[in-house]
């Protein structure tokens, strides 16, 4: 996963493609994505180390959340195909019964 991934990175050039990277795909005016990476440009070490901790932190909730709503929707999934399911069979059943009655 991308946390997984962020979380093994060491090196602070990295780190700092990465948060560029980020901010450069937000869905955010021009303008203010130029104000961020201007911002990027004037923290130093520390700063930018807990700006990276912050923005793994947030990509593990997003990806905890996705897990969740994924996990959350497939058993809706399947529990709407179970009760599917179920209605076929008690068509299937009363149709059966149906037709021997009638023989």
């Given at each position: 996963?991308?946390?997984d ?16 990277v980020m ?5 955010i005016?021009?303008e203010q ?14 700063w ?27 058993f809706?999934q399947?529990s ?7 209605n076929e ?8 019964s ?6």
């Amino acid at each position: 996963m991308i946390f997984d991934f962020l979380k093994k990175q060491k090196n602070i050039t990295n780190k700092i493609k990465i948060i560029e990277v980020m901010i450069l795909s937000l869905n955010i005016p021009i303008e203010q994505k130029e104000l961020y990476m201007w911002a990027l440009s004037i923290l130093d070490n520390f700063w930018l180390e807990r700006l990276y901790i912050k923005l793994s932190k947030f990509a593990n909730e997003l990806e905890e959340e996705e897990l969740k709503n994924i996990w959350n929707n497939n058993f809706y999934q399947i529990s709407w195909m179970r009760k599917k399911e179920a209605n076929e069979k008690k068509r299937e059943i009363n149709s059966f019964s149906f037709l021997i009655s009638n023989l």
